[in-house]
């Protein structure tokens, strides 16, 4: 590893979580000298996730941690425009974690230019999406400034060896061996990774849910839910106006009590390592799962697929489009009449569709 360039303030993107807590103790380590400024988004985490996050900070050896409200911004500025796009990924995940990161990166800067920073550091992994999310918003809001990416420099390999990193530097952590998966939680999901999820075959154990309700044991009655939307916007839940913030949260209640929500997803994910392109298993929760088909949104002409193209301006999907040519034609006839995988009857996109 070459020497690391002279840095006198770094603000770390902190969430209080398994590897933002070793990479405080490692940048005093490798960074001699330097304050470590750690900044905590608060995303709508809940369940006292960001209590204590201070004095956790401090403890693990930063110099100071700032706790920044993007609640409100989350919801208005990403939640909603992504909403109203139906965009969704793989068909079923509605990108709980992808709309965040940037918003958080944005802030970090602004965090560091007000503290006089030189340096900005993130704990995403060296494999995964997240660091090209983060480092493409240092790219466009602070070109100037040094990025420090732990994970793609040190010689922590797994979350096991973060652990025993942690055990050796009296880094308080609430992860386990046991309990070792990866988790990233906001006002629009919950998603879980790592540890036995890495095994496609393994089936997900209901420890490993903490949002929803096991379908299995949400209630037999059913529970009517009205959400009144201006423009595309959610306004007001069984007749009650709520602000942004308090609605997602209302109807994220209605949905956990009834097991709404489970996705199991395999996601590409881009790699620094030479194969380019990697993969991911994700456990995710997103009550409000019927989100992605809003009143507006047709299906696709060729395979009648909903979700992330198929609008009242758009009557094909991204696959078709990339398939057959984008092309469009009037929208006539039943949009839907070739169901959601048409395409597999009819050897469609599935071959030709690179992601």
Request: with cysteine; net charge neutral; charged share 25%.
């Amino acid at each position: 590893m070459s020497p690391p360039p002279p840095i006198s303030t770094i603000v770390l993107a902190y969430s209080g979580g398994l590897d933002t807590s070793v990479i405080v103790p490692w940048l005093k380590e490798h960074y001699r000298g330097a304050r470590v400024i750690c900044m905590a988004a608060d995303i709508g985490q809940g369940h006292g996730e960001l209590d204590g996050v201070r004095e956790k900070a401090l403890a693990s050896g930063a110099d100071d941690c700032v706790i920044e409200d993007l609640r409100h911004e989350l919801v208005e500025d990403f939640i909603w425009p992504t909403l109203r796009a139906g965009a969704v990924y793989g068909r079923k995940y509605l990108l709980g974690t992808s709309i965040a990161r940037p918003l958080i990166a944005r802030r970090q800067v602004e965090v560091a230019r007000r503290m006089g920073a030189d340096a900005l550091a993130h704990g995403c992994t060296g494999k995964g999406n997240d660091q090209v999310r983060f480092e493409l918003t240092f790219a466009a809001f602070a070109p100037d400034l040094h990025v420090i990416a732990p994970w793609r420099e040190w010689d922590i390999r797994s979350r096991e060896d973060a652990l025993a990193y942690a055990a050796a530097h009296n880094v308080p952590v609430s992860a386990t061996a046991a309990k070792i998966y990866s988790r990233d939680r906001n006002l629009w999901h919950l998603s879980h990774e790592g540890g036995a999820l890495e095994d496609p075959n393994w089936t997900p154990t209901e420890d490993v849910f903490e949002l929803t309700t096991a379908p299995a044991a949400a209630p037999d009655t059913p529970e009517m839910v009205t959400i009144a939307f201006e423009r595309g916007t959610p306004v007001s839940v069984n007749g009650a106006t709520l602000d942004p913030v308090a609605l997602v949260a209302a109807v994220n209640a209605v949905g956990a009590r009834h097991g709404i929500g489970r996705v199991d997803l395999v996601e590409d994910r881009r790699d620094r390592a030479p194969r380019g392109i990697g993969a991911g298993r994700v456990e995710d929760e997103h009550v409000h799962g019927g989100a992605e088909r809003l009143p507006g949104q047709v299906g696709c002409r060729r395979c009648g697929q909903r979700g992330c193209c198929c609008h009242a301006r758009s009557v094909e999907c991204g696959p078709c489009r990339m398939h057959y040519g984008a092309r469009s034609a009037p929208r006539t006839g039943s949009l839907d009449a070739g169901g959601p995988d048409a395409w597999k009857r009819r050897g469609g996109p599935a071959a030709s569709m690179v992601r």
